[in-house]
């Protein structure tokens, strides 16, 4: 065949389209029980399953990425995959040599007491020691497996009781990494948190979940609403006006938050706060519960808070599994 017709017939060939995730392609987790690996969800990709910070395996990290990559190509997707939230579909399977995240989950203690939190707090898991994850950062940067764009996630829990935050931190700064997210339950004040807002590198993730004590107290197990807005206030005051690098969480649960009059004092104190982005999301095991037929309520609140974020000027982001939900509103076929 001729080179300009196979050329021509090539270009209007369908694409394939091949299963992506963003875990696996594009990120590493370090996870609450020390092990190391690709999906947050389960053993796919597992790399390590008692690190201990001293020295990590980037070889064999590679090597796992490659293969676990080459499975979701190969139509034999892992079962635990085929319902997921994170399954995309892109046409382009190239493995970038260089991580888009790297998710920090390394530390045990959580003081706080959310209601829906699925991490175990038995005594000796709590007494399990940290591991310092700075040799790590830097044989990552050696091996050219991150950079200054890399999106340095400290997870859920409150990274500042790690021992090494603040070190970890400005380590960072003075790497001029641009994307240090930090999920905090802002019930400790930390400057190396301030310092990543007023040094534009990053963001800083406070779930409040409510926007009244008493449900705050309901959902945490601690009356410490207060100190939770003040140490809010102080992060927001290191932001310029438009920024939006402070910002308010609200995981919605059954029962307990899924109503407007709450989500309206959220946005109330939000607005007081000078906060410019919000995060909403459902709580998973509800998400799963009601997925395939969602109560109209539930769009409604979803709805509601869109219309409110619209209303007040400030961004919203939705959790995946709420976008979906939107996404099949009639607001949105509209
Ligand atoms: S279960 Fe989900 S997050 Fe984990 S590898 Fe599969 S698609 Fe990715
Ligand atoms: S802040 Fe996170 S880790 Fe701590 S109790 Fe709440 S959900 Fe669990």
Redesign the pocket.
């Known amino acids: 065949m001729p080179a300009v017709l196979s050329d021509i017939i090539n270009k209007f060939k369908p694409k394939k389209n091949y299963p992506f995730?963003k875990?696996?392609s594009e990120s590493l987790f370090f996870d609450y029980d020390n092990s190391v690996k690709?999906?947050?969800?389960?053993n796919?990709?597992l790399i390590n399953e008692n690190f201990d910070g001293i020295w990590f395996d980037t070889e064999k990290f590679i090597g796992e990425r490659k293969n676990?990559s080459d499975i979701m190509a190969s139509n034999e997707l892992?079962s635990?995959?085929h319902d997921?939230?994170?399954?995309k579909e892109t046409g382009n399977i190239k493995l970038k040599q260089q991580l888009k995240y790297i998710f920090f989950s390394n530390w045990k203690f959580c003081y706080v007491n959310c209601s829906y939190c699925s991490r175990p707090k038995t005594d000796n898991f709590i007494q399990a020691k940290h591991y310092d994850i700075l040799p790590l950062i830097k044989q990552l940067i050696d091996k050219k497996l991150i950079n200054t764009k890399t999106k340095f996630i400290f997870e859920c829990g409150d990274a500042c009781v790690h021992p090494e935050f603040d070190k970890t931190v400005y380590f960072l700064l003075n790497y001029e990494a641009k994307n240090i997210i930090v999920n905090t339950p802002a019930l400790r004040y930390c400057q190396s948190i301030s310092d990543i807002i007023s040094k534009n590198a990053g963001q800083v993730i406070i779930t409040l979940d409510a926007g009244t004590k008493f449900t705050y107290n309901k959902i945490k197990g601690l009356d410490r609403f207060d100190e939770a807005v003040n140490n809010i206030k102080k992060y927001s005051s290191h932001q310029e006006p438009d920024e939006k690098r402070v910002i308010l969480k609200f995981t919605m649960l059954e029962g307990i938050n899924d109503n407007e009059k709450e989500i309206l004092e959220w946005f109330i104190l939000s607005r007081n706060l000078k906060i410019k982005k919000l995060f909403f999301e459902i709580e998973n095991t509800w998400y799963s519960k009601i997925k395939n037929s969602v109560p109209k309520y539930v769009k409604d609140i979803i709805i509601f808070v869109k219309d409110m974020a619209d209303f007040n000027n400030i961004s919203l982001e939705f959790g995946d599994m709420t976008q979906a939900i939107y996404n099949s509103t009639d607001r949105e076929k509209e």
Do not use: D, E, K, W
């Open positions: 995730c875990f696996v690709l999906c947050p969800y389960n796919m990709g676990c892992p635990c995959c997921c939230i994170n399954l």
